[in-house]
């Protein structure tokens, strides 16, 4: 916000969890569940900061999810419209355990990177939104079902980021 910036169009990598978001998958979620902890979650802080609530009922900006989409439509790259994004703590992959109760309360994708960033950008009034790029199936899932190979997590990437820049270069026309 100090440097002007008017929108976040974030972007994230992440494990997909249901049948519908495989590795090189490209989805803009709708929702998030967020399950870290110990990260600052605010600007307003401290004993004399006041309490300042903000409503994060739609965690992105849906007028900027529908330019990511008409971005990626004019690009000719399909674009999964929603998901629920669970953002977990890392540094480490989740267990095959953890996706199951992630999957359980409804989450379709997993990263690390999607919170404290939108609910900060929220409380500056910035709008928000997110292309998840899945780069594998989530732990105990698929392929992953044994474990998560970490060199194809690089292939899938090289390919999906191209795709990326393709919606990217079609974002400001969107």
């Known amino acids: 916000k100090d440097i002007g910036a008017t929108r976040v169009l974030a972007l994230n990598t992440v494990g997909g969890i249901g049948d519908a978001f495989g590795p090189r998958v490209l989805a803009c979620p709708d929702q998030l569940i967020d399950y870290t902890w110990g990260r600052k979650s605010t600007f307003h802080e401290g ?9 994060f009922t739609d ?25 629920v994004y669970a ?23 997993v990263g690390m990177t999607g919170m404290p960033e939108a609910v900060l950008a929220r409380e500056l009034g910035i709008p928000y939104a997110a292309i998840n790029v899945v780069a594998n199936y989530a732990a105990g899932r698929a392929a992953s079902a044994s ?28």
Do not use: K
Not at 87 to 107: K, M
Not at 149 to 167: K, N, P, Q
């Open 47 to 55: 004993s004399d900061a006041p309490v300042v609530h903000v409503d």
């Open 59 to 83: 965690p992105y900006e849906q007028a900027l999810r529908q330019r990511i989409l008409r971005a990626a439509a004019a690009a000719g790259e399909a674009v999964a419209d929603g998901a």
């Open 87 to 109: 953002a977990t703590q890392g540094p480490r992959l989740e267990t095959a355990a953890e996706i199951n109760r992630l999957e359980r309360d409804g989450c379709d994708v």
């Open 147 to 174: 474990g998560i190979c970490f060199d194809s997590i690089d292939t899938v990437l090289r390919e999906a980021m191209g795709r990326v820049r393709r919606v990217l270069d079609h974002i400001c026309e969107a």
